[in-house]
């Protein structure tokens, strides 16, 4: 796996507006929703509960890494998700790559070095947003440390707290649908994400299911691999 995509991995599942850092977004008015203000806490509980109603979903998206050191890296591609516990993350740029969990194997695939990797799970990602992606999170496990408004994207933003994990941004538009995260790993990374062009009808199974091509170089990193 190559060192930056492998970074990029460790915090996937952590996003935001790439544009607008934590220290400059402030509390302003909230928006109308169907003609009256809905109350904050009103519209994180019925946004993370959509979020968990959801059978599954398509989206696109754009993704910074942003280095302690200063340096950084983007990255693009689409992703997918269908419950229970199937993913498929395809990034396009800077080179091709894929990820599809089918509900018991993870799959890493890197084309252009005609390698497949079969995991049993996926340590890198930040396991309770996995399971909020997935709907396995209520509000009762969301704990709130602050919130914020971000009148330029027309977005609103919640400092969260999943069960026992890292604090964690989520961005939530109009509507109620998440399209942003972002957060710190220990080393002072920021891993950035924005999500569009999103589809919430579920996708077909098929989507998550994968044969290593003839040729391709097939390691077994899976856990389970030891019994």
Not at 8 to 35: C, I, M, R, S, Y
Not at 108 to 113: A, I, Q, S, V
Request: net charge negative; charged share 25%.
């Amino acid at each position: 796996m190559r060192p930056l995509i492998a970074i990029a991995v460790n915090t996937l599942f952590a996003v935001l507006l790439l544009a607008t850092p934590l220290h400059a977004a402030k509390v302003e008015q909230v928006w109308n929703l169907d003609g009256h203000e809905k109350p904050s806490a009103d519209f994180f509980a019925e946004s993370i509960q959509r979020l968990a109603d959801l059978p599954g979903f398509q989206c696109r998206f754009d993704q910074l890494m942003v280095f302690s050191d200063g340096g950084g890296q983007n990255f693009s591609g689409q992703v997918a998700l269908l419950k229970p516990k199937r993913f498929r993350w395809s990034y396009e740029k800077p080179y091709e790559q894929l990820y599809i969990g089918d509900g018991s194997v993870i799959w890493h695939y890197e084309p252009d070095l005609m390698q497949a990797e079969r995991l049993s799970d996926l340590e890198q990602v930040d396991p309770a947003v996995m399971q909020l992606l997935d709907g396995r999170v209520s509000v009762k496990d969301v704990e709130v440390m602050s919130e914020a408004f971000d009148s330029e994207h027309a977005i609103r933003r919640y400092q969260v707290r999943i069960r026992d994990s890292a604090d964690v941004w989520l961005g939530f538009n109009k509507q109620g649908d998440l399209v942003s995260i972002e957060r710190k790993d220990l080393l002072g990374n920021s891993n950035r994400m924005r999500l569009s062009a999103c589809s919430y009808v579920a996708p077909s199974p098929n989507l998550f299911s994968f044969t290593p091509p003839e040729g391709v170089d097939l390691l077994d990193l899976r856990s389970a691999n030891r019994e």
